[in-house]
């Protein structure tokens, strides 16, 4: 989950000042804003850019020591029990998108994960080849037929929309583990996303590197492989009719 609070809180700010960070761009950059539905670039970069000093400074050094300092097979199982806590969001928006053999496989992941594989340490089940099928809410609003909004970059966790942003206040409400109270709760969700970020930066150091050194405006890369890889999972891989050639 990414943004929480802190999602909702740009995209209000962002819906609010409607028209007005458009204004601010030269004719041929508003119009090219307008077109990648992002009325708020200039507000965007400059939180691009935030964000970009704080990986290059905290994120990318911490992941690049735990990748050095941590055997694969160890990362590995973090990144695992990580994911298994997810299952039940997945289970949720699975059913909640009608798809009920992805949440019976999902399920079922999580019941042999959690056993077999010790607390889901181990990915038995996709040993046993049973798939993994990650879902959220904003993917599941998607599917409604709720459009994704302005394009946002919020402060320390990147690309959103407030339909997104949305979706990750309702996946917070959807994970059982909200629901347990115990002392250091709020230390035990803090070390999840934490251990959540450097997983998911120490998995796409190279990936990231590469197209940041290939890119002409880095930026606009990461918009548009933003919305290209929502869409698709809103899509399920299948072709998007409305960009098909018209023959």
């Known amino acids: ?28 950059q508003a119009k090219a804003a307008e077109d990648a ?12 850019d935030m964000n970009q000093g704080f990986d290059k400074a905290v994120l990318l050094p911490t992941a690049q020591v ?15 029990f990580i994911d298994n806590l997810d299952q039940p969001v997945y289970f949720a928006n699975n059913v909640l998108q009608g798809d009920f053999d992805h949440a019976g ?9 959690s056993t077999i594989g010790i607390g889901g340490l181990f990915d038995v089940a996709s ?48 994970d059982p583990t909200t629901y347990v109270h115990i002392d250091g709760h709020i230390y035990w969700s803090a070390g999840r996303e934490l251990a959540k970020a450097i997983d998911l930066r120490s998995r796409n150091i190279d990936n990231l ?10 930026y606009a890369s990461m918009r548009s492989l933003y919305r290209q890889l929502r869409n698709n999972k809103i899509r399920d891989g299948k072709p998007d009719v409305n960009a098909l050639p018209d023959l």
């Open 37 to 48: 539905n992002d009325p708020f670039e200039p507000m965007n970069r400059t939180v691009f």
């Open 127 to 174: 040993r046993w080849d049973i798939p993994n099928h990650p879902e959220d809410f904003g993917i599941t609003l998607g599917k409604w037929g709720v459009g994704e909004g302005p394009y946002l970059v919020v402060p320390f966790f990147g690309p959103d929309n407030p339909r997104d942003g949305t979706g990750q206040i309702v996946d917070i409400f959807l």
């Open 209 to 218: 590197d590469s197209i940041e050194r290939s890119s002409v405006d880095y």
């Open 66 to 80: 735990y990748v050095d300092v941590v055997p694969d097979g160890a990362r590995d199982s973090v990144h695992n």
């Open 1 to 28: 989950m990414r943004g929480l609070v802190v999602s909702v809180l740009i995209a209000m700010s962002a819906l609010a000042l409607s028209g007005c960070a458009s204004d601010r761009l030269p004719p041929d």
């Open 105 to 113: 496989s999902t399920l079922g992941r999580f019941v042999i994960n």
